[in-house]
């Protein structure tokens, strides 16, 4: 098929449609508002619901009983709505119900600036609501990834009975690049024996809950669902190597940082240092078996963010801290330069950090 | 080749469709290409930019910070992006907006009274791509055949009967002379 | 041997954890009576609250979600969405619905989606153990207005039907109690019409229960049931607010 140029967040509401993505539900905020402003036009054409909740928390609850109902759905925000969002995502992470959650960050903390930001890293990977549980968190870097992430991240979800969350940015959300579109499919791939579609006096009734109130079984429900995440990390871990083969310094970074850390290894590499970059596509897992084995031949590692350094704890977890890892960053909505990116590896390099 | 370009205004002005022109010219080109808006309040009526970079290679970061070359459509995006534009780049300056000559003697600037040719030939809205006329007479970062069916892609749906009003201002920049 | 009198066969076996006395059973039966009667519980998906009827998933046989705290309202938008030939309700209680949850009331009658609400009130946070409640009368000496119900300070009850009834857009809206027999037989048609209208594609259909809570309002259940009628009632007046169809009939 041939390319088209797209905007990112176009990118994503186009995907999640040929996904067969037919319910989304939302709240405007900047800067992410293009994906809603898609779903408006484009789901009353197809059959499909958009519905512009009252609010953030009512647009998850939505989700979640569009996602009980067994089929794909989504819903989209920026930082502050996805805090509002967090208690619909435990209850989905807690009543194992599969939809995507898209976060195109901008600067916080509080409602902050719209300009674009990685600071809910922690919030994302973490868990983010209350209770013992993990989001499968998937990093675009292009629009292209925008696109393609946004499939892997339904199929994923429905595969592992779990959400999943596509973390972007305002860069990321705003930028065109060309794209080529996934293929159409109905997303009813995984059967859903347990959605709630009406018994048809042919079976017990299913129950979606996530309420246990004998401790026993909600531990046992605990793990349960971490043996569930270990094949999750086992199978499904996504990350991009670029120039690591001889690199003496690696730079891990995702995202909009991911890209402009290219043109700064690029720049090193013409001074004649050794850089590299790990990218992770997804930030839950954690690449950190890679990380791991990069640890063993480089100088250190340097982490490129536009946080004030949240990636840097899981990078270090990873190494276990054999090697020096250094933080590169700005906050509050600012993205480094090329040159802060490269002064970072020529420091890590010299034994400067 | 790896071609940064800042496109900088007024909200307003066409900055940002400009840059889609590029882009999606580029793109029929078969070129690397990647689009980035400034967005948010400054948008309404302040100051407007855009990234566009056309590449034979994949295309890194998508800000351009230091530009090959700098389309300035007012005084203030002048004064600020002046001293980013990288040596040896170049200037295309709305010289009907700006008064003021560039102070750099290590680029090449190109003075363009955009905004009264674009008064003068009955299209007041297009400035913009007179100055992208220019653009691509001096520093042939795209061509010129085949700009119809890249500018129906740019154009909307609604205002496809603008294409022909566009070419002409292309047309207008591409044969002006200092 | 002849039977004069079962269970409906939309409740399940399980043994209800109500207080003795609560009229939480009453209300689950009737709306299991309307079902039933109705023939849908093969497509019915019923939604529980947070609050005393929490468990009512394993009450309800048919199929069944446990929503978050005053969520309801959106979840059931999101299931009949996806579902719009499914029979979707929600069972919701006072602080569930008119408190943490009012702007999902709210906004879902607003939409007149095309839901059947069960809306018990009984004045009271009952499963956290007798806190105040958004429909908690003036004066009413509860765990959280220990010198009772200060409007000054906390302000007025809430009345749902009067509040859901300034809107344009909902198809019915009804309040009944279970103090007596014919108060119960009265809840009973209710019920059933509100579930009824969904079947019609009529939409947003709401029937207030004022409803009794013996154990934390400190009452014998008959007194409790005396109660409702010398104070909750005359605060909390039955009728039907809205009928959107019966007056267009007119």
Known sequence: MAKVLMKGNEAIAEAAIRAGCRHYFGYPITPQTEIAAYMAKRMPKIGGTFLQAESEISAINMVYGVSSAGLRVMTSSSSPGVSLKQEGISYLAGSDLPALIVNVQRGGPGLGGIQPSQSDYFQATKGGGHGDYHLIVLAPASVQEMADLTVKAFDLSDKYRMPAMLLADGTMGQMMEPVELPPESDGKAVEKPWAVTGTENRREHNIINSLYLVP???????????????????????????????????????????????????????????????????????????????????KGFVSVELSMGQMIEDIRLAESCKKPVSLCNRTGGMIPSPEQVLKAIEDMEGGRF | MYTQILIAGFGGQGVLFAGKVLAYKGLEEEKQISWLPS????????????????????????????????????????????????????????????????????????????????????????????????VIRETEVIGMDGLRDALAKTVSAKHQDLIDANLRAIEAGFNYSE | MKTVFSK??????????????????????????????????????????????????????????????????????????????RVIFTYQGDGDLASIGMAETVHAATRNENIT??????????????????????????????????????????????????????????????????????????????????????????????????????????????????????????????????????
Not at chain 3, 52 to 79: K, W
């Open chain 3, 117 to 250: 609400v069960i809306f018990v009130n009984n004045a009271i946070y009952g499963m956290t153990g007798g806190q105040m409640a958004p429909t908690s009368l003036p004066g009413q000496v509860t765990q959280t207005s220990p010198y009772g119900r200060d409007v000054k300070t906390v302000g007025y009850p809430i009345k749902v039907c009067e509040l859901l009834s300034a809107l344009d857009a909902p198809e019915y809206i009804e309040r009944v109690a279970v103090n007596n027999v014919k108060n119960v037989m009265n809840a009973k048609r209710a019920i059933k019409k509100a579930f009824q209208n969904q079947l019609d594609g009529k939409g947003f259909s709401l029937v207030e229960v004022v409803s009794s809570c013996p154990t934390n309002w400190g009452m014998t259940p008959q007194k409790a049931l005396d109660w409702v009628e010398s104070d909750m009632i005359p605060y909390y007046p039955l009728g039907v607010y809205r009928d959107k169809s019966a007056k267009e009939a007119k």
């Open chain 3, 8 to 85: 409906p066969k939309a409740l399940t076996d399980a043994p209800l954890h109500y207080c003795p006395g609560c009229t939480h059973g009453i209300i689950h039966r009737l709306v299991a009576e309307a079902i039933d009667d109705l023939g849908i519980i093969g497509k019915t998906v019923g939604i529980a609250p947070v609050g005393c009827a929490v468990m009512a998933y394993d009450y309800f046989a048919c199929d069944m979600v446990e929503a978050a705290h005053g969520r309801a309202p959106a979840v059931a938008t999101g299931l009949k969405r996806a579902m719009p030939d």
């Open chain 1, 216 to 298: 026993e079984q909600l531990e046992v429900k605990n793990f349960e669902r971490y043996e569930r995440y270990k094949e999750v990390e086992k199978n499904e871990t996504l990350f991009e190597e670029y120039m690591t083969d001889d690199a003496d310094v690696i730079v891990v970074a995702f995202g909009i940082a991911a890209r402009v850390s290219k043109n700064a290894i690029t720049a090193a590499r013409e001074k004649g240092i050794k850089a590299g970059l790990i990218r992770p596509i997804t930030l839950w897992p954690f690449p950190s078996e890679a990380i791991a084995k990069a640890a063993d031949r480089v």
């Open chain 2, 39 to 134: 967005y948010g309040p400054e948008m309404r009526g302040g100051t407007a930019n855009c990234s566009v970079i056309i590449s034979d290679t994949p295309v890194g970061s998508p800000i351009v910070s230091e530009p090959d070359i700098l389309i300035v459509m007012n005084l203030p995006s002048l004064d600020k992006y002046e001293s980013a534009v990288k040596s040896g780049g170049s200037v295309f300056i709305d010289s009907t907006l700006i008064e003021r000559r560039v102070e750099r003697t290590d680029i090449s600037a190109h003075y363009i009274p955009a905004t009264k040719m674009a008064r003068d030939l009955g299209i007041p809205t297009l400035a913009n791509m007179i100055m992208t006329g220019k």
